[in-house]
């Protein structure tokens, strides 16, 4: 809703928040990988909010069936690679997603992981034509969601060093390394500026106290009581997904000399993401770098799942007449079915949410932020606006608070701008000038906080403050007429980093097109 909004302002490609922390905003946009809110708010402009989320779950899970289709019909007769897209696509762990945690972003990245492992299998194969393709896709799941992408990472080292123990050879790492490269470059219009300015928030906070990774192991009791409860129904998910893809790679080992790499690499990755979701394996995760910020080792579940439905299908394809196979897949698609309804009686939703914040936020209000996100020294609970406020008395109206108000000179508190002339030329999520008159001088607090982007003059002079404990932006003004302006600026890391997508683009593009052209002239 945030991004429709600025999209009507003709900000493309939005950076702040602006309705965030209750319409303080924050730089959510720089930090949050774009592709899931791009596709959000496309969704959002053409059909009506509250049929959004549905919308964009339905998409991916298509994504992610047609991803795994294309991965599988490579080793398993074309009926079944598609039962391997069904199954992959409602996979149980997809369903925790949607039905649970409404993590869109980390459905997007598991809807492109088979094609990550597909194109890095064929780059194995020697295909060096694949390297682009490779990069491309390992770019887009950055671009989903940032944990997604530290498991792509890692799955797609994994699968490389896999990869060179099979073949005997070191191109795989090579060629893997420039494809990893290339995918980096792709994306670093994101990854860039996210790197640099995580030092202006607190990023530290996805990973405090019931978030960390030591407490969200398969099966904990060392965590909050509605963690513990959630964690153990994954947890049950967990081990019956890896039970099975386990059975159903012993069932097909018989094959496993025609289809070895996808075999081995699969099955390796099974193994690597149990042990990753285990307490003994601790020490990696505070080793590794960036694995600390999945917060949750269970979401390696994303991984288990490519080989639970790869493996599944080709183990129901190995079954000795049609009876049996049709047996065997609708016992388990109907287990899937039975365990989707059971999650889906418990789904903590709320039919209101969606229409809610689209009215708040034309209302004026915004919605909730989050602590992540909050640049440094800011304590984004002590800002008003919040409607949900327990200290807010019961028969007090919850109203959003002023764009412009003023910092009372003996108590330090925000009261409104009496005595103040004030002329709004514009305000929007990121750009504000307006103009006051006041006979003596003193402060103006803003709707906005801090951030290092924002540049803010006074009469043409960078001149500004902010309150200690919310680092809410306070302007200083003597008396007399003054002209504020204010405006996020498009700072320089923002900047490199386009450039480096840009030819990254362009280079990876040329590569693609020579090896194109290379393949139409080569003689059938």
């Known amino acids: ?84 897209g069904v199954l992959y696509a409602i996979n149980p762990y997809h369903l925790v997603i949607v039905y649970f945690r409404s993590a869109f972003g980390e459905l997007l990245a598991a809807a492109l992981l088979p094609l990550l492992i597909w194109a890095a299998l064929r780059v194995i194969e020697g295909e060096w034509r694949r390297v682009p393709i490779l990069s491309l896709v390992f770019a887009a799941i950055w671009l989903s969601n940032a944990p997604g992408a530290v498991i792509a990472t890692y799955s797609l080292a994994v699968i490389l060093v896999t990869g060179c123990t099979l073949c005997r050879r070191s191109q795989p790492i090579r060629a893997g390394a420039a494809a990893m490269a290339g995918g980096f470059a792709l994306a670093s219009f994101y990854i860039l500026p996210a790197t640099w300015e995580q030092r202006w928030i607190q990023i530290k906070q996805i990973v405090v106290d019931t978030y960390r990774p030591s407490a969200n192991f398969l099966f904990t009791r060392a965590n909050d009581r509605d963690f513990v409860a959630f964690n153990w129904k994954v947890s049950w998910v967990a081990t019956g997904m890896i039970l099975l893809a386990g059975i159903a790679a012993l069932l097909t080992m018989k094959r496993r000399e025609r289809i070895a790499r996808p075999w081995w690499v699969l099955s390796i990755l099974v193994l690597v993401s149990t042990g990753l979701m285990l307490p003994p394996s601790t020490s990696l995760w505070r080793v590794l770098p960036k694995l600390w910020f999945l917060q949750f080792p269970w979401r390696w579940l994303e991984v288990v799942g490519v080989a639970f439905a790869f493996f599944v299908a080709l183990a129901i394809a190995t079954l000795p007449n049609r009876a049996a196979q049709w047996v065997t897949a609708t016992t388990i698609l109907a287990a899937i079915g039975v365990a989707g309804a059971a999650m889906l009686s418990q789904a903590p939703w709320d039919s209101g949410d969606v229409a809610q914040i689209d009215a708040w936020i034309r209302d004026g209000r ?38 412009i108000a003023k910092v009372d000179s003996e108590t330090g508190t925000i009261v409104p701008a009496a005595g103040v002339r004030l002329h709004v030329e514009t305000w929007k999520s990121t750009q504000r000038v307006f103009t006051s008159e006041t006979r003596q001088p003193l402060t103006l607090a803003l709707r906005l906080v801090q951030y290092p982007a924002w540049d803010i003059q006074i009469n043409g002079q960078a001149e500004h403050e902010s309150m200690p404990e919310t680092q809410q932006v306070v302007i200083p003004l003597s008396a007399g007429s003054s002209r504020v302006q204010i405006r996020f600026r498009h700072r320089w890391d923002r900047t490199v980093g386009d450039v480096i997508s840009l030819l990254a683009a362009i280079i990876l593009g040329g590569i693609a097109s020579t090896h194109h052209w290379r393949a139409l002239g080569t003689p059938s």
Do not use: K
């Not at 549905?54 to 079944?80: D, K, N, Q």
């Open 1 to 84: 809703m945030d991004v429709a909004g600025q999209w009507h302002e003709g900000i493309v490609f939005p950076r702040w928040a602006e309705w965030a922390n209750w319409g303080f905003g924050e730089p959510r946009f720089i930090f949050y990988p774009p592709l899931s809110w791009l596709i959000g708010a496309t969704i959002g402009s053409a059909l009506p909010w509250n049929m959004a989320p549905g919308t964009f779950v339905w998409l991916t899970l298509v994504i992610a069936g047609m991803s795994m289709c294309r991965f599988a019909r490579e080793w398993i007769p074309h009926p079944y690679a598609n039962l391997a």
């Open 366 to 403: 915004g919605y909730e932020g989050t602590d992540e996100y909050a640049p440094i020294g800011c304590d984004r609970y002590q800002l008003p606006g919040d409607p949900d406020d327990s200290e807010r008395p019961a028969d007090v109206s919850p109203d959003p608070a002023p764009r």
